[in-house]
C-alpha cells in the first residue's frame, strides 16, 4: 500500500504547475484507489457466516477484517496527498465506514436482545438494600468483552475506526436510556437498582474504546441516574436529558389508572423502545395521545 501512494505522490509532483496534467492525475489516482476498493469488495464476504458470533471469529470475520485493515492503512496514507484527492479519500471512508457497520450489527442486534430482558426484571420493589447489579448487566459486559477481546483487537487502526465505534457506543446508551425510560413499575428500590445498573453499564461501555471519552450520551446515562431521585415537580428543571425520555420516565411514576403508551398502543415494551427509537419527532404527539385516551 505505501508502494502505492509513493506513486501516486510522485504523479502528483511531476504534475506540479501545469493544471492540465494535474487534472489527468488526479483523475488516474482517483480510477486506481476505485480499483482497489473493487477488488476490497470483491474479498469481502457478505454471506449467513459474518452474523455468527457465538464462538471465535470465522474465516469470513477474519478475512473481512483484513479487508477493513487495508483499508484504514490505504486511508491513513491517502491524508497525506493534495486535498483534490477529498473524491477518493470519501469513497474508502465510506467502505470502511459500510464494513465496520457489517462487523458490528450482529453485536448490535444480539445486545438489543439483552436490553429486552430489562422489562422482564422487577424494579417495582421498595426495599433499598441492593445486592449488586441486575443480569442482564453481565450478559452485555460478556458481549462487549468478546466484540473487544476477539474481533476489535484484530483491527489495526483502532484511531481510523474510532469515530465509528462511537457511534456504535453511543447508539447502544441511546436505546439503553429509551428501556430504562419504559420501565414500569419503579419503586424506591428499583430505582437504586437502576442506579446500580447505570454505574455499571457506564463502565462496561467504557471498555469499547481504548482511549474512554466522555460523549454527550454518556453525559445523558450519567443526567438520568440523578433524575431517578428527583420529585416530579423538580423534573421540570431538567435540561440535560431530552424532554421525551422525561415524559416517558413520568409514566413510571404514575398510578395504575393512567397506562404507558405502549400498554394503549397494544405493544410489548420493546416494541415501543424500537418505535421510540425510530420516531424521535412522534413520542411527545404520541404521549399526548396516550393521555387523551
Known amino acids: 500500500m505505501e508502494s502505492i501512494v509513493r506513486i501516486m505522490v510522485s504523479e502528483l509532483t511531476a504534475a506540479r504547475g501545469d493544471e492540465e496534467l494535474k487534472k489527468l492525475s488526479t483523475n488516474n489516482i482517483v480510477k486506481a484507489i476505485r480499483d482497489i476498493l473493487n477488488k476490497c469488495e470483491n474479498l469481502v464476504h457478505h454471506g449467513s457466516g459474518v452474523s455468527e458470533i457465538a464462538s471465535v471469529p470465522t474465516q469470513y470475520h477474519i478475512k473481512n477484517m483484513q479487508v477493513i485493515n487495508v483499508l484504514c492503512t490505504l486511508h491513513i496514507k491517502l491524508e497525506e ?34 436490553f429486552n430482558t430489562i422489562h422482564d426484571t422487577d424494579f417495582g420493589f421498595e426495599k433499598q438494600d441492593i445486592a449488586g447489579c441486575s443480569t442482564y448487566i ?27 465505534l462511537q457511534e456504535f457506543q453511543d447508539s447502544l446508551i441511546s436505546l439503553y436510556l429509551h428501556h430504562l425510560c ?95 427509537y ?5 413520542v411527545v404527539d404520541m404521549i399526548q395521545g396516550t393521555i387523551q385516551w
Not at 142 to 157: D, G, K, P, R, V
Not at 278 to 282: A, G, K, T
Open 138 to 164: 453481565g450478559l452485555i459486559e460478556e458481549a462487549i468483552t468478546h466484540l473487544t477481546s476477539n474481533y476489535l483487537n484484530q483491527l489495526s487502526c483502532k484511531a481510523t475506526i474510532l469515530p465509528k
Open 278 to 282: 425510530s420516531h424521535p419527532y412522534e
Open 81 to 114: 496527498l493534495p486535498a483534490e484527492l477529498t473524491t477518493g479519500r470519501t469513497e474508502v471512508w465510506n467502505m470502511i465506514s459500510d464494513n465496520i457497520a457489517s462487523l458490528l450489527n450482529p453485536f448490535r442486534t444480539q445486545i438489543e436482545h439483552i
Open 182 to 276: 419504559a420501565v414500569r413499575p419503579l419503586g424506591e428500590g428499583g430505582k437504586m437498582k437502576i442506579a446500580t445498573d447505570i454505574a455499571e453499564m457506564e463502565r462496561v461501555m467504557g471498555g469499547l474504546l481504548e482511549e474512554h471519552s466522555v460523549s454527550e450520551q454518556f453525559k445523558v446515562l450519567r443526567a438520568f441516574r440523578a433524575v431517578l431521585f428527583l420529585t416530579v415537580e423538580d423534573l421540570c428543571t431538567v435540561r440535560n436529558v431530552p424532554r421525551p425520555m422525561l415524559l416517558n420516565h413520568l409514566f413510571s411514576r404514575a398510578g395504575d389508572a393512567l397506562l404507558s403508551p405502549y400498554k394503549v398502543a397494544g405493544w410489548t415494551p420493546s416494541q415501543y423502545v424500537a418505535w421510540l
